[in-house]
């Protein structure tokens, strides 16, 4: 079993679809990654949590660290929102990532 | 800033070849890493450089592979010899540590490397 698991991996939605990925752990972190990487294959961060929420945009993404998980959401989804949304989380006392294996987003006109 | 530059953005090579990838970190961040994305595997970290210093190294696959930052600019990637299972894209990213949750990790544009 992976110490972070995405769902669900793939995911097809109509454009102004809200959207929610998850994503849940196993181990101990201090904080947790949202990454979204296109198409063309460059990764972007989009927030860094160690707790709570926080909205950029149309993006939201929560914790809850007891229930060790967390979900990116995406209101009104739009075509360009199409990427694969990578989550990773940080063990305490260091800077190693594990990553997700990703949910691939694809929005459709 | 420029953020993360790495290059060669693509490499094609052929198998038994040295191939030599290129980071340049983003200026002020001393925490460096090395990552290599498969569709099997997803990313993993193989190398992270802190102060220039190899940290962690339990990454790299074998004695095929080594990462060297000579200084706060600059870290290479070398495989030597290269073999087809090793096509992959390799990121490299930064970030300055001592900051607690806001060390996040600025990736670069990847570089897209394919033995032949």
């Known amino acids: 079993k992976n110490e972070v698991e995405q769902s669900p991996q793939n995911l097809t939605a109509q454009e102004g679809e809200f959207i929610t990925i998850n994503c849940s752990y196993s181990v101990g972190i201090s904080a947790l990654h949202w990454l979204q990487q296109h198409p063309g294959g460059g990764i972007v961060s989009l927030f860094m949590l160690s707790s709570g929420k926080k909205k950029h945009g149309r993006l939201i993404a929560t914790i809850n660290i007891q229930e060790k998980h967390s979900s990116l959401h995406i209101t009104a989804s739009h075509p360009r929102d199409s990427a694969v949304y990578i989550c990773?989380?940080?063990?305490?006392?260091?800077?190693?990532?594990?990553f997700g294996t990703g949910t691939r987003l694809k929005v459709l006109a | 800033d420029a953020g993360v530059i790495q290059s060669p953005r693509h490499e094609v090579t052929e198998m038994g070849q040295e191939v030599t990838l290129r980071c340049k970190p983003i200026s002020g961040h001393n925490s460096l890493f090395w990552y290599r994305q498969t569709m099997m595997r997803g990313l993993e970290l193989l190398i992270y450089f802190n102060n220039n210093v190899p940290i962690d190294d339990s990454g790299m696959p074998e004695d095929r592979f080594s990462a060297k930052m000579p200084n706060a600019s600059f870290s290479t990637l070398k495989i030597q010899p290269s073999e087809p299972r090793d096509s992959a894209v390799y990121f490299c990213?930064?970030?300055?540590?001592?900051?607690?949750?806001?060390?996040?990790?600025?990736f670069g544009a990847g570089t897209r490397l394919s033995v032949l």
């Open positions: 990213a930064s970030s300055r540590a001592g900051e607690g949750a806001k060390n996040i990790q600025y």
């Open positions: 990773a989380v940080r063990s305490p006392g260091t800077y190693k990532y594990i």
